[in-house]
């Protein structure tokens, strides 16, 4: 389902991106003809559950040896595709479908009901 949502995100990001700007941004990047595929939104909205279910428990990203709490670790991540989703950098990379499936994801959440203490 996040990653569902985050495919909706990602085209409203576009659509507003095209509505703004009169040039055609997939064929100023010369992307128009190429397909995009990928289950990053979703993964994301994967990542936000972890965080947020087990905000404590520690992370590690290869080949980093550090562990980084959950909570910190996304929150990065989230910081990080905000800002490169804005600055337009890394061509290729859908950004704001990666904000999306955490969105997704924390909206999902709250609406099950999950990490709530159960009685």
Same mark, same amino acid.
């Given at each position: !389902?996040?990653?569902?949502?985050?495919? *909706? !995100?990602?085209?409203?990001?576009?659509?507003?991106?095209?509505?703004?700007?009169?040039?055609?941004?997939?064929?100023?990047?010369?992307?128009?003809?190429?397909?995009?595929?990928?289950?990053?939104?979703?993964?994301?909205?994967?990542?936000?559950?972890?965080?947020?279910?087990?905000?404590?428990?520690?992370?590690?990203?290869?080949?980093?040896?550090?562990?980084?709490?959950?909570?910190?670790?996304?929150? *990065?991540?989230?910081?990080?595709?905000?800002?490169?989703?804005?600055?337009?950098?890394?061509?290729?990379?859908?950004?704001?479908?990666?904000?999306?499936?955490?969105?997704?994801? *924390?909206?999902?959440?709250?609406? *099950?009901?999950?990490?709530?203490?159960?009685?």
């Amino acid at each position: !389902i996040t990653g569902i949502g985050a495919s *909706f !995100i990602y085209s409203f990001v576009n659509i507003y991106d095209m509505l703004q700007f009169p040039v055609d941004s997939e064929a100023y990047w010369r992307m128009a003809a190429t397909p995009m595929v990928g289950a990053s939104g979703a993964i994301f909205g994967i990542l936000i559950a972890y965080a947020y279910l087990f905000p404590n428990n520690e992370m590690i990203i290869f080949p980093f040896p550090i562990p980084i709490k959950a909570k910190y670790l996304v929150g *990065f991540y989230a910081v990080y595709e905000l800002y490169s989703g804005i600055q337009g950098s890394s061509m290729g990379i859908a950004h704001f479908a990666h904000i999306g499936g955490l969105l997704i994801g *924390f909206i999902l959440l709250k609406f *099950f009901g999950f990490g709530k203490a159960q009685h």
